[in-house]
C-alpha cells in the first residue's frame, strides 16, 4: 500500500544517508510550499480578490456561446421529427442561456464584501469611497435581472411548444433574445459601477480588526516612513490604498507570538476643511488605530507651529497618543531637551517599549 510512498518504512529498514538526501532533494519544493502554507498571512494581502465584473454585452455573449454548445451537445441525441426536435433544441438553447446569466449574475453578490460583516473603519471608508447604499443597489440589479432572465425563458419556452412553423419559431428566438439582451442593458450601467468598485475594494489591505494597529501620523517628509522601518526593522510595503494618488506604507513586528501592524497615514488633517485624501487619512485614525504616534520634526519643514496645531487636532481624536522626535541627530542638544519636556520620545527602540506596553494593556 505504501510502495509509492518515499517516506514509508518499517523499523527494520531505516533509511540510509543518500536516500535521505535523494528524499529531501526531490521533496524540496513540496517542503518549501508547505513551510509557506504554515506563516501567518501577511496584512498586505489584499482583503477583497474580486474577479472582473463582465459587461452586459460580454455576459450575453457567454450566455449564446453556452447555449450554442448545449444544442450541439444534444443534436445527435434527439431523434425527434424534424419540427419537433428543433423546438426541443430552441428549449435547452434557452435554458442553458438562462443557466449561465443567472450562475454568472447571481455569483456577483457572493463575490463582493457583505457590508454587515465588516468592522467600522472598512464599513465607513467602503462608504466614501464608493457608497454603502449604491453598492447595495448595483448588486441588487443583478439579482432582479436573473429573476427577470429567469421568468422570460419559462415564458419563451411555453410559446415556443405551440410553434407550428419555421418562420413562428425564429422569430421567438429572436424576441427572446432581444428580451433578455434588454434586461441586461439596463443594468449595464451597475455592471460598470461594480467593475470600478472592485478594483478600489481590491486594493484594501487586510487590516484585521482583531490586531493591534498604530497609526502614525504627523505631516508629509516628517520621517514617518523612516520610523516604520526602524520599527519593523525591514523595508515597510507600500501597499496600493485607496488614497486617490497616495500611498498607504504599512508594516508590522512581533511581540511575544503577536503581530502589531502599523501603518503611515498620508494627509495632514490640519484644515478644518479636509479634501477627500485627509478625509480617508482620518478615518484610519479614528477607526482603525488603537493608539497613534505622531512625529514631530526638529527640522521644522513645517513650522512648528503648525505641527503643534496638527498634534492638538490628533489628539482631540480620543485616543492615546506617543510623541515622537524625528531626526534627533540633526539637532543641538538644547532643542533635543525642550521636546523631551514636551513628553517627546526620540529613539525608537524606546518608542517600540511604549508601543508594546501600549498593546500589553490593551490585550
Not at 456561446?65 to 443534436?75: A, F, N, P, T
Not at 439596463?186 to 487590516?207: E, G, M, V, Y
Not at 487636532?313 to 534627533?328: E, I, P, Q, T
Amino acid at each position: 500500500m505504501n510502495a509509492k510512498n518515499p517516506f514509508f518504512r518499517t523499523a527494520r529498514m531505516p533509511f540510509t544517508f543518500h536516500e535521505m538526501s535523494f528524499m529531501t532533494r526531490r521533496n524540496s519544493n513540496h517542503i518549501i510550499k508547505f513551510l509557506n502554507f504554515l506563516k501567518p498571512k501577511g496584512i498586505h494581502q489584499p482583503m477583497f480578490a474580486i474577479p472582473e465584473v463582465k459587461s452586459a454585452d460580454q455576459l450575453l455573449d457567454e450566455a449564446i456561446k453556452r447555449g450554442v454548445k448545449r444544442v450541439r451537445e444534444l443534436r445527435q441525441q434527439l431523434r425527434a421529427e424534424r419540427g419537433t426536435k428543433a423546438k426541443a433544441l430552441e428549449r435547452e438553447r434557452l435554458g442553458a442561456i438562462q443557466q449561465q446569466l443567472k450562475k454568472s449574475l447571481t455569483a456577483l453578490s457572493a463575490r463582493f464584501p457583505s457590508i454587515d460583516q465588516q468592522d467600522e473603519f472598512t464599513t465607513r471608508l467602503i462608504d466614501e469611497l464608493i457608497g454603502v447604499d449604491r453598492l447595495r443597489k448595483a448588486l441588487a440589479s443583478t439579482w432582479w435581472a436573473a429573476e427577470q432572465v429567469t421568468a422570460l425563458t419559462a415564458t419563451f419556452k411555453k410559446r415556443i411548444g405551440a410553434t407550428r412553423t419555421k418562420e413562428e419559431l425564429l422569430t421567438l428566438k429572436r424576441a427572446a433574445l432581444g428580451r433578455i439582451a434588454s434586461v441586461l442593458k439596463q443594468i449595464d450601467t451597475q455592471l460598470s459601477f461594480l467593475d470600478d468598485a472592485r478594483k478600489l475594494l481590491r486594493d484594501f489591505p487586510a487590516l484585521k480588526k482583531d490586531t493591534f494597529t498604530v497609526a502614525i501620523a504627523g505631516f508629509p517628509n516628517v520621517g514617518k516612513s523612516t520610523l516604520l522601518r526602524k520599527l519593523t526593522q525591514s523595508t515597510p510595503t507600500v501597499a496600493a490604498y485607496p488614497f486617490t494618488t497616495k500611498k498607504l506604507n504599512v508594516g508590522s513586528f512581533m511581540h511575544r507570538h503577536n503581530r502589531i501592524q502599523l501603518i503611515d497615514t498620508p494627509g495632514t488633517l490640519a484644515r478644518d476643511k479636509m479634501n477627500l485624501i485627509e478625509r480617508k487619512a482620518d478615518l484610519a485614525l479614528r477607526y482603525a488605530a488603537h493608539i497613534i504616534v505622531y512625529v514631530y520634526d526638529p527640522t521644522e519643514p513645517y513650522a512648528l507651529e503648525e505641527q503643534e496645531r496638527l498634534a492638538r487636532r490628533v489628539k482631540r481624536l480620543g485616543k492615546d497618543v506617543l510623541l515622537y522626535m524625528s531626526k534627533a541627530d540633526l539637532i543641538d542638544a538644547q532643542t533635543r531637551r525642550r521636546f523631551e519636556q514636551k513628553g517627546c520620545c526620540t529613539d525608537a527602540h524606546e518608542l517600540k517599549k511604549q508601543i508594546t506596553d501600549a498593546f500589553e494593556e490593551w490585550l
